[in-house]
Each structure stands twice: as structure tokens, then as C-alpha cells.
């Protein structure tokens, strides 16, 4: 599969703690994004992360890039409870038949505590 | 600017009827992709559309086909119903005619057949 992994499945956290999510995957990759899905709702895009990228920051999102261990962490940095979610990253491949297609992990479902 | 917007939110449906889901895209994106979100499998590609071309498409069977109309507008149909189909149906579009960069997605439309 060309799927990413998330790890952990689940983190549970209190408000203004930090959480990291980690990603792996396992084919050449064009881009990796994160995403977060409010309960049955739609997905939203987070951040964009490109191959020739090792980091890449937005507002309390931090996220890195290591395409020699195929491997991308996302960090929130004083988290709140506003941020419970689930958290999925997706990888875009670099090439053939599957450009232009998405490959989604499971996601790491994220719970603050006030 | 308007949002993606999936119709209808919710239906039910029972095994052997066909279902058809709609999608607006954003005003100005050309590229429409669908992605089905289940408990056990995750979220899983359909297809995707641009200039009313299917320029990639899943592995799910022939019973799952969309299309998209001049105005970039896109419907997915899923015909002889199984339960197995009950899911959450995500349409996304894009600006990006390569399909590298983020995805917007849509509220998406809740099918549970019986």
C-alpha cells in the first residue's frame, strides 16, 4: 500500500501542551500535506509540505520532512481544546498513474482537555 | 468565496437502488476529486476530474462512475446499492491543473444503505 501510517492512533492531551503526530509512507513523494477532520465533517487542509522541503511552519503548526526515512511529524505547539480532532496526512506521488491522487493515512485522533 | 458543496448531506437508501451525489467546486477550480471514508478502510480514492475528463481513478468497481459538466461541476453514482457502500462521500476540488498542490474539501454526503 502506498498509504501513510499515523502514530500514534490516538493522543490525549491538556490544553497548552504540545502534541506531535508522526507520518510514514513508503513511496517517492511530489508533496505531504496534513489534514484535520472535525467529527463527520468535512477534511481541511492544514499544510502543505514539498520534497525538497525539510520544514515548514504555520501559525502553531510546525511540520518536518524526512524523505531518506519517508517519515513527516506534525507539531501543535499550545494546543487547545478547539484542536481536538482527528489528524490525517496524505502523500502525493511524484509520478505515473498516480499523480494527482491523494494517498491518506488513518490519522491520529487528537483530544484536549481544558 | 463559496466553499465546496456536497448535496445531499444525508440519505438513506436500502441494497439494489443506485444513489447519485452531487458536487460544486469552488468558483474557478477546475479539478474534482471524490474519496470515500470508512471506519474500517479509511479514506479511499474514487476518481478525479478535470475539463470533464477522468484523468485517474481508483480500484473500486465499475458500480462506483462519476462525471463532471462544463461548469466543473461533478456527480459520482453508485449503482445495485450494498451495504458495504455506507460510508461518508468527500468531494474535493483544486485549482492546480497537476494536481500537486492542497485539496478543498466539502462537507461531504453521509450514505447509509440498508
Known amino acids: 500500500s502506498q498509504q501513510g501510517e499515523e502514530d500514534p492512533q490516538a493522543l490525549s492531551i491538556q490544553e497548552g501542551e504540545n502534541a506531535t503526530m508522526n507520518c510514514s509512507y513508503k513511496t517517492s513523494i511530489n508533496n505531504l500535506q496534513w489534514y484535520r477532520q472535525n467529527s463527520g465533517r468535512g477534511l481541511v487542509h492544514l499544510i502543505l509540505?514539498?520534497?525538497?522541503?525539510r520544514e515548514k511552519h504555520s501559525g502553531r503548526l510546525r511540520v518536518t520532512l524526512d524523505t531518506s526515512k519517508k517519515s513527516s511529524s506534525l507539531l501543535i505547539t499550545a494546543s487547545r481544546a478547539a484542536d481536538t480532532a482527528s489528524y490525517f496526512c496524505?502523500?502525493?506521488?511524484?509520478?505515473?498513474?498516480?499523480?494527482?491522487?491523494?494517498?491518506f493515512g488513518r490519522g491520529t485522533q487528537l483530544t484536549v482537555w481544558p | 468565496k463559496a466553499g465546496v458543496t456536497q448535496t445531499p448531506r444525508y440519505l438513506i437508501k436500502t441494497r439494489g437502488q443506485q444513489v447519485t451525489l452531487s458536487c460544486s467546486p469552488i468558483s474557478g477550480h477546475r479539478s474534482v476529486s471524490w474519496y470515500q471514508q470508512t471506519p474500517g478502510q479509511g479514506l479511499q480514492f474514487l476518481f478525479e476530474?478535470?475539463?470533464?475528463?477522468?484523468?485517474n481513478k481508483g480500484n473500486f468497481p465499475g458500480r462506483f462512475s462519476g462525471r463532471q459538466f462544463s461548469n466543473s461541476r461533478s456527480e459520482m453514482n453508485v449503482s445495485t446499492l450494498e451495504l458495504g457502500d455506507s460510508a461518508l462521500y468527500l468531494c474535493a476540488s483544486s485549482p492546480y491543473t497537476g494536481g500537486t498542490g492542497e485539496l478543498f474539501f466539502g462537507e461531504g454526503s453521509r450514505l447509509t444503505v440498508l
Open positions: 476530474y478535470f475539463s470533464e475528463t477522468q484523468r
Open positions: 509540505i514539498r520534497s525538497n522541503e
Open positions: 496524505a502523500t502525493m506521488a511524484d509520478r505515473g498513474s498516480t499523480l494527482g491522487r491523494l494517498y
